[in-house]
């Protein structure tokens, strides 16, 4: 169900007399071990997106008798609860959901909604940043960013840090080899170990509101560093997305934009262009979010770069089981210079899976495999045009119970490898780094 689009479910209005606390006790206190039969779990999501309570507690009595728990009994309770308007009554059975399952997104889906319902705003926006962090693809991450920001900036303006520091076997991105057809690669022309940082803050100011539709001015400036450059290099994103319900269970972003990235003298980069961004939800376990972006960038000093930016990006979110999610992402690239032999496109595919396990240890893999087209040859080269082709790997290794502050710190490991028809773009790269993310 995509976070962006939370609604009741429609059906049958059934009404309940009381809550088992015998049940929310259970929960708590039960182990958590992922049910044996997933494909009823699909059975049991579909049942609730059908309003069809009698088949959905049916279906959750069979698993929770093969798991040893109430809990799904309590979830498929919630959730008929939260479709009749009943949000008092299902307050308690989300919050303890939430205690036994924290990474399970549809149980903070429906908290949200109950919260805004019920006027606890500060609890609703608490559910959202357990969203954000619970999202893996940006797209999606941004329109429950900008929502995130919309609650905060109700009556002032939202501010938001961000950072990381990350050491690399090749910090910046350069060939690993040392020959050209027999010709001596320079030190610097080749890759470097060293330390690449971050950091950056986002504020929001709520510009205008009614009903469903948020108007919004961000100012995004940023600090990156590299010990490859040495040099600090400042960067300056405006913004103003516009964000709204579609209906139907989707929601939609637009925003225009200006980013400017600056050299030690004078702007280095200027990009102007709009993104926009559809999410839109199919059942309690399904969300797609569709991506488009189109910019006119110019280069100082390298008119030759110049030119129009296009990007688009489908992903797929799938919710296995209360402690299983996975997510499948297409992406395309492509930008047209005003000199066409420096135009390429590129395409890539990533696939991730986040697991949650019973000791509180979170797991995050993710693989991308992809491939980018020039509109020229490679250097000393008359043959076809150059083609690079790339992979990447990634690890997150997070525990629910180290924390630092409200953040939830995860060590990552990320290995990148490209090779290409031109020696100066293979390379290969390990990287280390540590990640914050809201804790749960």
């Known amino acids: 169900m995509s976070p962006c689009a939370i609604t009741p479910r429609t059906g049958n209005r059934l009404r309940l007399a009381a809550i088992r606390t015998p049940a929310v006790l259970a929960i708590i206190l039960s182990g958590f071990a992922f049910p044996a039969q997933a494909g009823s779990f699909a059975e049991l999501s579909a049942a609730i997106d059908a309003a069809d309570w009698q088949t959905a507690d049916q279906i959750a009595r069979e698993l929770d008798i093969a798991e040893g728990s109430d809990f799904f009994q309590a979830y498929a309770k919630a959730s008929q609860l939260t479709a009749d308007g009943q949000c008092e009554a299902a307050d308690p059975l989300l919050d303890a959901i939430a205690v036994a399952k924290p990474y399970f997104v549809p149980v903070h889906e429906l908290s949200y909604y109950c919260d805004r319902t019920l006027g606890r705003f500060e609890d609703a926006i608490a559910e959202l940043e357990k969203i954000e962090a619970l999202v893996h693809t940006d797209a999606e991450r941004q329109i429950v960013r900008q929502m995130l920001a919309n609650e905060k900036a109700a009556s002032g303006v939202s501010v938001v840090l961000y950072g990381d520091v990350t050491p690399s076997t090749n910090v910046n991105r350069q060939t690993t080899e040392?020959?050209?057809?027999?010709?001596?690669?320079?030190?610097?022309?080749?890759?470097?170990?060293?330390?690449?940082?971050?950091?950056?803050?986002?504020?929001?100011?709520?510009?205008?509101?009614?009903?469903?539709?948020?108007?919004?001015?961000?100012?995004?400036?940023?600090l990156s560093y590299s010990t490859s450059s040495q040099l600090l290099t400042p960067a300056l994103t405006t913004s103003i997305p516009l964000t709204f319900s579609l209906g139907g269970g989707a929601r939609a972003s637009v925003s225009p934009f200006?980013?400017?990235?600056?050299?030690?003298?004078?702007?280095?980069?200027?990009?102007?262009?709009?993104?926009?961004?559809?999410?839109?939800a199919y059942g309690s376990t399904d969300s797609f979010t569709y991506s488009a972006s189109l910019a006119r960038q110019t280069h100082a000093g390298r008119a030759y770069l110049d030119g129009w930016n296009a990007t688009g990006q489908v992903s797929w979110s799938h919710v296995v089981g209360p402690q299983t999610t996975t997510t499948l992402r297409m992406n395309i690239d492509a930008t047209g210079t005003d000199d066409p032999t420096n135009s390429s496109v590129e395409a890539s595919l990533t696939g991730r899976i986040d697991q949650y396990w019973q000791n509180s240890f979170v797991v995050g893999v993710e693989a991308t495999v992809g491939m980018r087209a020039h509109n020229q040859?490679?250097?000393?080269?008359?043959?076809?045009?150059?083609?690079?082709?790339?992979?990447?790997?990634?690890?997150?290794?997070?525990?629910?119970?180290?924390?630092?502050?409200?953040?939830?710190?995860?060590?990552?490991?990320?290995?990148?490898?490209?090779?290409?028809?031109?020696?100066?773009?293979?390379?290969?790269?390990?990287?280390?780094?540590?990640?914050?993310?809201?804790?749960?």
């Open 377 to 440: 040859p490679p250097p000393l080269s008359m043959g076809p045009n150059q083609t690079d082709r790339f992979i990447k790997g990634r690890l997150e290794l997070s525990h629910q119970g180290l924390t630092i502050g409200p953040f939830m710190p995860a060590i990552v490991y990320t290995y990148q490898w490209q090779d290409s028809d031109n020696v100066f773009y293979r390379y290969q790269s390990h990287d280390f780094g540590l990640s914050l993310k809201a804790k749960l």
């Open 178 to 222: 040392t020959e050209l057809q027999g010709l001596k690669l320079t030190e610097a022309s080749r890759g470097k170990s060293g330390i690449s940082a971050t950091a950056g803050a986002r504020l929001t100011k709520r510009l205008y509101a009614q009903q469903d539709l948020f108007v919004a001015g961000v100012q995004e400036p940023e």
């Open 258 to 280: 200006l980013s400017k990235k600056f050299g030690p003298s004078s702007t280095e980069q200027t990009r102007l262009g709009v993104q926009a961004t559809v999410t839109e």
